[in-house]
Nanobody, 115 residues
Framework: QVQLVESGGGLVQPGGSLRLSCAAS????????MGWFRQAPGKQRELVAR???????NYADSVKGRFTISRDNAKNTVYLQMNSLKLEDTAVYYC?????????WGQGTQVTVSS
């Protein structure tokens, strides 16, 4: 089992920044990639950014140049630095850990961009 604990969400004005954290614990040896997804009200969950351990990162077109995903191996934590936030970035952000088989999901953290 893998446990994912997200933190860092909140309320921010347009143009502001937030950093989300996702700390993994448990059987983390099975994880080969981690990512951030988001789901806005009435919309499907979508990929925001993903990092493959020892490999590439990829981003949704809507966040390229504004968001950065990174990983701290020592802390088993993945971060999502979000800059130049827009109203349309408002959503619940979920962390996902990929392994062979069913991925693990965090509980989600709310990000609200509002003036």
């Amino acid at each position: 089992q893998v446990q994912l604990v997200e933190s860092g969400g909140g309320l921010v004005q347009p143009g502001g920044s937030l950093r989300l954290s996702c700390a993994a614990s448990g059987s983390i040896f099975s994880i080969y990639a981690m990512g951030w997804f988001r789901q806005a009200p009435g919309k499907q969950r979508e990929l925001v950014a993903r990092i493959i351990f020892g490999g590439n990162t990829n981003y949704a077109d809507s966040v390229k140049g504004r968001f950065t995903i990174s990983r701290d191996n020592a802390k088993n934590t993945v971060y999502l630095q979000m800059n130049s936030l827009k109203l349309e970035d408002t959503a619940v952000y979920y962390c996902r850990a990929d392994r062979v088989g069913t991925p693990y999901w965090g509980q989600g953290t709310q990000v609200t961009v509002s003036s």
